[in-house]
C-alpha cells in the first residue's frame, strides 16, 4: 500500500514538471491565449509564410529543400528571408512538401491507433499517447528537429507498430523491463 502511494506520488510529481516546462516551452502563454496574442506571436509568422511558400512551382508537393528559405518580416530587420519556421507543419512543407508530411502523419496517427487500440498493454498506449501529444504539439511548435526527444517519437512509432509488444501483458512487461 505505501509503495502504491510513493508511485502516485511519483507520477504526480513528474505530471506537475512535464506541465511546467511545456507552459514554458509554449510561448504563447507569454502572450495569453487570445486573439492579440496570437497575432502578436504567430500572426506574422503566417502570414509571411503564405504569402511566400508556393511562389514556385512545386512548394507545397516538394518543399524547398533542406537549405529551403521562406520570407521572415518578423525576425529580420527590414525583412528578408529565413531557414526556419516556428511550426512543425509549416516547418515540413519548407523542407520537404506536402508528400512527406501526409506520409509521415499517416504513419503517426496509424502508430497511434494500433498503440491506443488494438494493444494489451499501458507501455504501448503510453507510446501511443506521446506520439498525439508530438502531433498536436506540432500546431504551436514541435519541429523535426535531430534530437533525444523526436527520437523518442521515432522509438514510440516503433512500440507501437510492432504486434510482439502490442500483444504483450502488463505484467510481461514489467518483468522485461525489470519494474
Known sequence: ????????G?????????LGF?????????????????????GSVFRDFFSDFGSKPGDWIWGRGLDGRVLRTMDIEGGGYGDTIENGYLYIFLKAGGIYLVMMMLLFLHAAFLGWFKTSNQLTKSASAIIMIHVIGMI??????????????????????????????DEKVKLLLNL
Open 22 to 42: 511545456l507552459s514554458k516551452k509554449l510561448y504563447i502563454f507569454e502572450r495569453g491565449l487570445n486573439k492579440e496574442g496570437w497575432d502578436e506571436s504567430r
Open 140 to 169: 504551436s511548435f514541435n519541429l523535426p528537429v535531430f534530437n533525444a526527444e523526436y527520437a523518442m517519437i521515432w522509438i514510440c512509432v516503433g512500440i507501437c507498430y510492432s504486434g510482439e509488444i502490442r500483444r504483450m501483458t
Open 1 to 8: 500500500k505505501v509503495r502504491s502511494f510513493v508511485m502516485v
Open 10 to 18: 511519483i507520477a504526480v510529481f513528474a505530471f506537475t514538471m512535464a
